[in-house]
């Protein structure tokens, strides 16, 4: 339209009339000013709509993320696809130790059992009895007077009803006063005392069982020492938190030597697992939080009958660095079970000094994404990924208790092609889908874990995901809660050390308490630094059970 308006006033601009050829021009001009102006006004539109799309995008990334935080927070956390929830439990943990899930029991390898009822305290068929290990008060109660006849032939006992109810005392606090006679013989003046016992900490106003105490109360039920003082405050005994600090010190030094025994035994395993999670530290001066490391490198071999005890050990760091991984690690050439983090790379490297380690990647972090693309978008690509993964963990299922041998052939018939399915569904979905949504974020991130996350069909020692480990991270979250931070990088150190055993022990079903009191009647013998490894948490258990039997 606008070229033939031109061209008209082409014609026109030769006119004879003067005032015929200045309108021709004036028109030209105008004509040349409402194209330019069109052109521009395109352009503008262009910009204004790329601006829109972006902003569309980004207001579904925020509610997206918005919809995962309420859901992380508010709604259920299996990440189960219908088919393995309809089927019976497959006995894996998939929880995130970042959440606050803490509530849920870890899977300890063995297979799911009813939840103990409480017993009644009436007799029957219907009672059940209490842990054998209790001590028991016996109160016993005759009929009263007013209940006995008085016809005088006197009565027999022909019965008894026992009624049985679960009763506590509370912790007391007191003092051991020791007195050591001194003897002299009024013969021939020889001096006599009996020998002042070995402690572990000789100096100390407080008894072994205080540090015991504190150490159990802070570690294992993560109270934080404020509260622990307060509680000793409403017995009357006055200790400032200082005071309890430097018990945990002390603590710590004595059991330094046993953590690092610990750790020399897990590397010595062929297959491990590896985690690590944040908690804060406060630095003086600086005015907030610092995010600090805490590494756990467990073993747990119960899912395929392993011949060592299950055990963890955690170390804290000042970073995230890949390095502290690599020094925890010295010594060990095993297959690794870790989550993506590019920090376990070094690990591979032929430089490194050993041979370098394997790297099996975690399957729950894989269906996670996939699982959090579902809930998001419900896209059906990401269901069926879900749907095939969900078979994974079925095979998995019938595999649990078997030994290696077993499931390594088991998955390489029957898991293999799943994988294979899996893994063509991924690189169908990258040659022709959207790999800049969250969807192709998940495809990116499975397809480029593809080595470590076929680990685990050629070897029947690997698990299908890092849960085990995960599990034993889970007491950070507690500890977070109550404590909020540490106060310094010795307070992380101590924390990890202690943790280490007393998780340990929570990996064996041994009671921490228990095991320590063990631990520090053992120092008192002089055990050889050399035989630390003696006193391992499993080798408590082995004693205590002799002695039951003798």
């Given at each position: 339209m606008i070229d033939d308006l031109h061209y008209q006033c082409d014609l026109l601009s030769v006119h004879a009339d003067p005032a015929v050829r200045a309108a021709a021009a004036e028109i030209v001009t105008l004509g040349?000013?409402?194209?330019?102006?069109?052109?521009?006004a395109e352009a503008t539109n262009s910009t204004l709509s790329a601006k829109i799309k972006a902003l569309a995008a980004e207001i579904k990334r925020l509610k997206t993320q918005l919809k995962n935080a309420q859901r992380a927070q508010y709604g259920k956390k299996?990440?189960?696809?219908?088919?393995?929830?309809?089927?019976?439990?497959?006995?894996?943990?998939?929880?995130?130790?970042?959440?606050?899930?803490?509530?849920?029991?870890?899977?300890?390898?063995?297979?799911?059992?009813?939840?103990?009822?409480?017993?009644?305290?009436?007799?029957?068929?219907?009672?059940?009895?209490?842990?054998?290990?209790?001590?028991?008060?016996?109160?016993?109660?005759?009929?009263?007077?007013?209940?006995?006849?008085?016809?005088?032939?006197?009565?027999?006992?022909?019965?008894?009803?026992?009624?049985?109810?679960?009763?506590?005392?509370e912790a007391e606090i007191f003092i051991v006063e020791e007195i050591y006679y001194k003897k002299v013989c009024r013969n021939c003046g020889q001096f006599a005392q009996h020998p002042v016992p070995e402690r572990p900490f000789d100096g100390s106003g407080f008894d072994t069982s205080i540090f015991i105490a504190v150490l159990i109360k802070k570690y294992a039920d993560f109270l934080p020492l404020n509260r622990i003082t307060e509680i000793?405050?409403?017995?009357?005994?006055?200790?400032?938190?200082?005071?309890?600090?430097?018990?945990?010190?002390?603590?710590?030094?004595?059991?330094?030597?046993?953590?690092?025994?610990?750790?020399?035994?897990?590397?010595?395993?062929?297959?491990?697992?590896?985690?690590?999670?944040?908690?804060?530290?406060?630095?003086?001066?600086?005015?907030?939080?610092?995010?600090?490391?805490?590494?756990?490198l467990c073993r747990d071999d119960r899912r395929w009958k392993g011949n060592k005890p299950p055990a963890v050990a955690f170390r804290y760091t000042q970073t995230r660095e890949g390095v502290h991984a690599e020094d925890m690690l010295s010594g060990f050439d095993g297959v690794l079970q870790v989550d993506a983090y590019g920090g376990y790379n070094r690990l591979t490297s032929t430089t490194r000094i050993g041979e370098p380690v394997v790297l099996a990647y975690c399957w729950a972090h894989v269906r996670r994404k996939f699982w959090e693309e579902l809930q998001s978008n419900k896209g059906k690509t990401a269901g069926k990924l879900i749907d095939m993964i969900g078979k994974l963990y079925g095979i998995e299922k019938d595999l649990k208790g078997q030994a290696h041998i077993v499931r390594q052939a088991t998955r390489l018939k029957e898991s293999a092609p799943i994988v294979d399915q899996i893994f063509a569904c991924l690189k169908d979905y990258a040659m022709k889908g959207a790999?800049?949504?969250?969807?192709?974020?998940?495809?990116?991130?499975?397809?480029?874990?593809?080595?470590?996350?076929?680990?685990?069909?050629?070897?029947?020692?690997?698990?299908?995901?890092?849960?085990?480990?995960?599990?034993?991270?889970?007491?950070?979250?507690?500890?977070?809660?109550?404590?909020?931070?540490?106060?310094?990088?010795?307070?992380?150190?101590?924390?990890?050390?202690?943790?280490?055993?007393?998780?340990?022990?929570?990996?064996?079903?041994?009671?921490?308490?228990?095991?320590?009191?063990?631990?520090?009647?053992?120092f008192t013998q002089k055990v050889p630094r050399s035989q630390y490894d003696k006193l391992l948490p499993w080798h408590f258990a082995e004693e205590v059970e002799i002695n039951i039997r003798q």
């Open positions: 040349i000013q409402l194209s330019d102006a069109f052109v521009k299996s990440e189960k696809s219908d088919t393995e929830k309809d089927s019976s439990s497959v006995g894996f943990d998939d929880g995130d130790p970042e959440t606050d899930d803490s509530e849920e029991k870890p899977d300890n390898g063995s297979e799911p059992s009813e939840p103990e009822e409480v017993p009644n305290s009436g007799s029957g068929k219907n009672k059940k009895s209490y842990p054998p290990h209790l001590r028991r008060e016996q109160r016993e109660f005759e009929p009263t007077s007013d209940q006995l006849c008085d016809c005088g032939c006197g009565h027999r006992e022909i019965g008894e009803e026992v009624r049985e109810r679960l009763a506590y005392r000793f405050g409403r017995k009357g005994v006055h200790v400032h938190r200082s005071t309890l600090s430097r018990l945990m010190k002390k603590a710590k030094g004595a059991l330094k030597w046993i953590y690092e025994a610990l750790l020399a035994d897990i590397k010595s395993s062929s297959k491990l697992h590896m985690d690590e999670t944040h908690l804060g530290q406060m630095f003086p001066g600086l005015g907030k939080l610092k995010t600090c490391r805490v590494w756990a790999m800049k949504t969250k969807m192709g974020e998940a495809v990116s991130y499975a397809l480029k874990l593809e080595d470590g996350l076929r680990v685990f069909l050629q070897d029947g020692r690997v698990e299908i995901d890092n849960n085990n480990v995960e599990n034993t991270i889970r007491p950070i979250v507690p500890l977070r809660k109550a404590s909020l931070f540490t106060g310094s990088t010795d307070g992380g150190e101590t924390w990890a050390i202690i943790a280490s055993l007393v998780g340990t022990c929570r990996l064996n079903d041994i009671d921490p308490h228990a095991y320590i009191t063990w631990v520090f009647e053992k």
